[in-house]
């Protein structure tokens, strides 16, 4: 089991291959990347917090979708 690599070594190694002018943007990708995923488990996590609170209720598209086509022709 030691001949195996850990995941840091295995990106490492990735970068390493990559021609010196490709690691900096795929650094920068991979920490955006990672940005989108950490503001995208905060948002689910206060989602299912708001849920088991009570704080969100049942929502029909159809019916958002006749009241703003309602109101669109109010506006009119």
Not at 29 to 55: M, P, V
């Amino acid at each position: 089991m030691s001949g195996m690599k850990t995941f840091k070594e295995q990106a490492a190694e990735a970068l390493e291959a990559l021609p010196e002018e490709m690691r900096q943007p795929m650094v920068a990708y991979i920490f955006e990347q990672a940005e989108k995923y950490q503001t995208l488990k905060r948002l689910i996590d206060e989602g299912i917090a708001d849920a088991e609170a009570g704080n969100v209720s049942d929502w029909d598209f159809g019916d958002f979708l006749r009241e703003a086509r309602a109101r669109r022709r109010l506006a009119r």
